[in-house]
T-cell receptor, first 115, second 114 residues
Framework: NAGVTQTPKFQVLKTGQSMTLQCAQD?????MSWYRQDPGMGLRLIHY???????DQGEVPNGYNVSRSTTEDFPLRLLSAAPSQTSVYFC??????????????FGPGTRLTVT | GESVGLHLPTLSVQEGDNSIINCAYS??????FIWYKQESGKGPQFIID?????DKRQGQRVTVLLNKTVKHLSLQIAATQPGDSAVYFC?????????????FGSGTRLQVQP
């Protein structure tokens, strides 16, 4: 298993541009989530999904959209990038919504810079 | 992979010494806590967890202490090794909400000197 994979590893955007951060897992996990991590801060939850077709907002959802059309993929879309979205983004997954919270596997992250 | 931010409190210890990493959590109603380790270029990895009905829990070389009175968690690492060098985060959850969201602390960088 590749686990949780994220692409790209690095991305530079100009203000107003749009892009999609990709996240995929090959463990047949129902639950997937996106976090952002800013310098000197812990991770903050953006959006999460408890299964295909179901998404919900986390702590900091503004400026981001998600969809979950398949179990494997959970892309994060920035419709109009802003400098405040400069951050490192982590995707995570776990077997189900009922899995223990500690059974959450994180991807390697994507560093996004918005100029 | 990516690493955490640059402006983190840092704990520097000698190899073989014990390390104590502290965390103040935000919500007095939180009832579940996790410690994560994040190595450079990788996502967070689970170390140990504790529920609020416990004061202490031990794992392999690690112990977590919970003081609910002052909303404080600590992670003790025995006989610290160079491989323990990483950023450590605590995270909290309020299970009564039914939400799986974890609230993370800001992290502490542990540097192990050989």
């Amino acid at each position: 298993n590749a686990g949780v994979t994220q692409t790209p590893k690095f991305q530079v955007l100009k203000t107003g541009q749009s892009m999609t951060l990709q996240c995929a897992q090959d463990m047949n996990h129902e639950y997937m989530s996106w976090y952002r991590q800013d310098p000197g801060m812990g991770l903050r939850l953006i959006h999460y999904s408890v299964g295909a077709g179901i998404t919900d907002q986390g702590e900091v959802p503004n400026g981001y959209n998600v969809s979950r059309s398949t179990t494997e993929d959970f892309p994060l879309r920035l419709l109009s990038a802003a400098p405040s979205q400069t951050s490192v983004y982590f995707c995570a997954s776990s077997y189900s919504r009922d899995s223990p919270l500690y059974e959450q596997y994180f991807g390697p992250g994507t560093r996004l810079t918005v100029t | 992979g990516e690493s955490v931010g640059l402006h983190l409190p840092t704990l520097s210890v000698q190899e073989g010494d014990n390390s104590i990493i502290n965390c103040a959590y935000s919500n007095s109603a939180s009832d579940y806590f996790i410690w994560y380790k994040q190595e450079s270029g990788k996502g967070p990895q689970f170390i140990i967890d504790i529920r609020s009905n416990m004061d202490k829990r031990q794992g392999q070389r690690v112990t977590v202490l919970l003081n609910k009175t002052v909303k404080h968690l600590s992670l003790q690492i025995a006989a610290t090794q160079p491989g323990d060098s990483a950023v450590y985060f605590c995270a909290e959850n309020l299970s009564a909400t039914g939400r799986r969201a974890l609230t993370f602390g800001s992290g502490t960088r542990l540097q192990v000197q050989p």
